[in-house]
């Protein structure tokens, strides 16, 4: 009988391209198609992204968060 490992984890992968993302200006946003991880107990996610401008309006980076979407069931914290 194999022995289980507790210690793995599970991963999930997801692609997400974005078609003229130069283009955006101050104030706009991206949101990814949302996808469901079946491993969190079928949670809803989202990505989203937009760029990052100083008080002189020049792009200094972008930022990059992950929404949990409200319309499934699941766990706020995991077991």
């Known amino acids: 009988m194999a022995s289980e490992n507790n210690s ?27 996808f469901i991880v079946d491993t969190m ?16 309006g020049v792009d200094v980076g972008l930022f990059l968060g992950l929404k949990r979407m409200s319309d499934r069931k699941g766990p706020y914290t995991l077991k």
């Open 41 to 56: 107990e079928e949670t809803k996610w989202c990505l989203y992204i937009y760029p990052r401008f100083d008080d002189d």
């Open 8 to 34: 793995e984890r599970k991963g999930f992968t997801m692609t997400w391209i974005i078609d003229n993302f130069k283009y955006f200006t101050y104030g706009e946003y991206v949101e990814s198609p949302t």
